[in-house]
Nanobody
Framework: QVQLAETGGGLVQPGGSLRLSCVASGRAFNTYPMGWFRQTPGNERECVAATDTGGANLYYADSVKGRFTISRDNAKNTVYLQMNSLKPEDTAVYYC??????????????????WGQGTQVTVSS
C-alpha cells in the first residue's frame, strides 16, 4: 500500500508561482511512474504532467507546457510540480498519483493505482 500526501497549494495572484510537493510512503517509490492531475467542479481529472520512474521522460499537457515543471527526488520519495506564470484557468484541486502497475507514465486517470487527497490551487487577484 502506498500513501501519497500533497502540500503546497494555496491562493496566488495571476502570474505568480507555486510549488506542489507529493511525498509517498513505502520503499518502492522509485519503481512508480508518477502523475499530477487536476480537477475542477463538474469535470474529469486532467493529467497536467507525468514522469517515468527515473525522471528522464516527461509529459506535459499543452495547457501548461512551458509554465509547469515536474520533477522527482527518489531519495526523498517526493515528486514536485513547479507552477509558474499561473493563470486563473489553472485554478483546480491538484492530485498526485502513483502508477504501481505501470512501466511507463500514463495520462489516463484509470491507469494510476494510488492517489493523494488533493490540494487546492486558486489563482485570483
Amino acid at each position: 500500500q502506498v500513501q501519497l500526501a500533497e502540500t503546497g497549494g494555496g491562493l496566488v495572484q495571476p502570474g505568480g508561482s507555486l510549488r506542489l510537493s507529493c511525498v509517498a510512503s513505502g520503499r518502492a517509490f522509485n519503481t512508480y511512474p508518477m502523475g499530477w492531475f487536476r480537477q475542477t467542479p463538474g469535470n474529469e481529472r486532467e493529467c497536467v504532467a507525468a514522469t517515468d520512474t527515473g525522471g528522464a521522460n516527461l509529459y506535459y499537457a499543452d495547457s501548461v507546457k512551458g509554465r509547469f515543471t515536474i520533477s522527482r527526488d527518489n531519495a526523498k520519495n517526493t515528486v514536485y510540480l513547479q507552477m509558474n506564470s499561473l493563470k486563473p484557468e489553472d485554478t483546480a484541486v491538484y492530485y498526485c498519483a502513483a502508477g504501481a502497475g505501470l512501466w511507463y507514465y500514463s495520462v489516463e486517470e484509470k491507469e494510476y493505482d494510488y492517489w493523494g487527497q488533493g490540494t487546492q490551487v486558486t489563482v485570483s487577484s
